[in-house]
């Protein structure tokens, strides 16, 4: 069994800050990971993914994240947020077989006060 | 334009009336997903879809049911709705091939409060 453990419920940064989302996860094999945002009443969009190569990896509107075998992490960040920034943040995991769907954390939600 | 739209966008059934939530995408995408989101417990799968009659049981398929007779749509079947069913559904969709290597795209959701 696979899990994703987010260890931050809510996180609040002022814009212009610098923000770090903390993503565990639980699994011996080989995974893809990933980071999802959600805008209040919308769905899911894609931010990033990570499977081999480099462990950093670049995303949409400047976020990267950084896979640590070591640490079981993959840890989301950006430098500078934008009030538009504001969502929950999902982290997520899966063995990419085909017969899977991705294994959600619970999300972080990220307010950004101007 | 890559698109999944879900219908209706806010529900409301009385305990034991039948649910039918749709869902369509624009992108071809071979595997489709029903999720539902709950606070304190995530997203959790529901069923997933790898083609045209070609359904799977998810995490939590009871008191669910899926239909998919063209590529383009996913039905999600709740017959004699819960009260326990109240949640946000989403639909999602991806070419086939995994949920790893492959983006999913979401539709906005449904709310469906069984009273």
């Known amino acids: 069994t696979q899990t994703v453990s987010q260890s931050d419920a809510h996180v609040t940064v002022f814009e212009g800050d610098s923000v770090e989302l903390r993503c565990n996860y639980s699994?011996?094999?080989?995974?893809?990971l990933s980071w999802y945002i959600q805008h209040h009443g919308h769905g899911l969009q894609f931010l990033l993914k990570?499977?081999?190569?480099?462990?950093v990896v670049q995303g949409v509107n400047g976020f990267e994240a950084e896979f640590s075998k070591s640490d079981s992490s993959f840890h989301l960040r950006k430098a500078s947020v934008h009030w538009s920034d504001s969502a929950v943040y999902f982290c997520a995991v899966t063995r990419n077989n085909y017969a899977q769907g991705l294994t959600f954390g619970l999300g972080t939600r990220v307010s950004v006060f101007p | 334009d890559m698109k999944v739209t879900q219908m209706p966008r806010y529900l409301i059934k009385r305990m034991g009336e039948n649910v039918l939530l749709e869902c369509g995408q624009d992108m071809s995408h071979e595997t489709m997903y029903w999720y539902r989101q709950d606070p304190g417990l995530g997203l959790q799968l529901i069923y997933i879809s790898y083609d045209v009659d070609s359904n799977s049981e998810g995490d939590i398929p009871k008191g669910y049911r899926v239909s998919r007779k063209k590529r383009e749509h996913f039905s999600l079947i709740l017959d004699s709705a819960k009260t326990n069913q109240t949640s946000v559904y989403f639909c999602?969709?991806?070419?086939?091939?995994?949920?790893?290597?492959?983006?999913?795209?979401f539709g906005a959701g449904t709310r469906l409060s069984v009273l």
């Open positions: 999602a969709s991806s070419l086939w091939g995994g949920a790893g290597q492959n983006t999913l795209y």
């Open positions: 699994y011996g094999g080989s995974i893809y």
């Open positions: 990570y499977y081999s190569g480099n462990p």
